[in-house]
Nanobody, 123 residues
């Protein structure tokens, strides 16, 4: 079964750092984009960052310069390094994959979401 697993520390004081991880089951022949979203209580889910299969990276304006996304292809893991965290970064963080191809098992990576990781930043 193919699934995403998110992990990482969940709470920190303002100004601190956390690193989230997003790991997939091993699919050696698949290439895919990985996107991080977050959703705060009472707010809509919002885009945070994306790393495309070809390596192009994008960030939302609210996290650019503070967050860094990276990928370890050998470990099938994408990391979201979050620095300079502020209380407004408090949210449930989700990762999602979208494959370049729908052939074989790669299709299971389409719109595949992690279970979510709660990040809490205290002032």
């Amino acid at each position: 079964q193919i699934h995403l697993v998110e992990s990482g520390d969940t709470s920190v004081q303002a100004g601190g750092s956390l690193r989230l991880s997003c790991s997939t089951s091993r699919l050696a022949s698949c290439t895919y984009d990985t996107t991080w979203f977050r959703q705060a209580p009472g707010k809509e889910r919002e885009f945070v960052s994306r790393i495309e299969s070809g390596g192009r990276i994008s960030y939302s304006a609210s996290v650019k310069g503070r967050f860094n996304i990276s990928r370890d292809s050998d470990k099938y893991t994408v990391y979201l390094q979050m620095n300079g965290l502020q209380p407004e970064d408090t949210a449930m963080y989700f990762c999602k994959t979208d494959p370049d191809s729908f052939e074989g098992d790669c299709r299971y990576l389409y719109d595949l979401w992690g279970q979510g990781t709660q990040v809490t930043v205290s002032s």
